[in-house]
């Protein structure tokens, strides 16, 4: 699978951004599309996740209520949405996809993802 981000730039504190991955190459039925990101000196981590034929989606809890993951089966494209952006959402956001049976599996670890797009930046000013 083959993801390209895109939609980041710069935001002033409070505002919002809608983040775009569009996948291409699938070969699996089904997928969980997930969202991580990592900001400078730190870890990559989760953001949320969804998966490609139910639309179940899953959150870390910091980013409940602020973030939110959709995804258009005609566009094979999958957005974040955030609000209420903070300084310290500051950071590379990407996008990452794996195959998946069922509805069930949640996965929110780097090692559990096969593809990666290219991170798109995400800088909110204070």
């Known amino acids: 699978v083959q993801l390209v981000e895109s939609g980041g730039g710069l935001v002033q504190t409070g505002g919002s951004l809608r983040l775009s991955c569009v996948a291409s190459?699938?070969?699996?039925?089904?997928?969980?599309m997930g969202w991580f990101r990592q900001a400078p000196g730190k870890e990559r981590e989760f953001v949320g996740a969804?998966?490609?034929?139910?639309?179940?989606?899953f959150y870390a809890d910091s980013m409940k209520g602020r973030f939110t993951i959709s995804r258009d089966i005609t566009k094979n494209t999958v957005y974040l949405q955030m609000n209420s952006l903070k300084p310290e959402d500051t950071a590379v956001y990407y996008c990452?996809?794996?195959?998946?049976?069922?509805?069930?599996?949640?996965?929110?670890?780097?090692?559990?993802?096969?593809?990666w797009g290219q991170g798109t930046l995400v800088t909110v000013s204070s």
């Open positions: 990452a996809a794996r195959g998946v049976r069922g509805v069930g599996a949640v996965y929110v670890r780097v090692d559990e993802y096969d593809s």
């Open positions: 190459g699938r070969t699996f039925s089904n997928y969980a």
């Open positions: 969804i998966n490609w034929v139910y639309a179940s989606t």
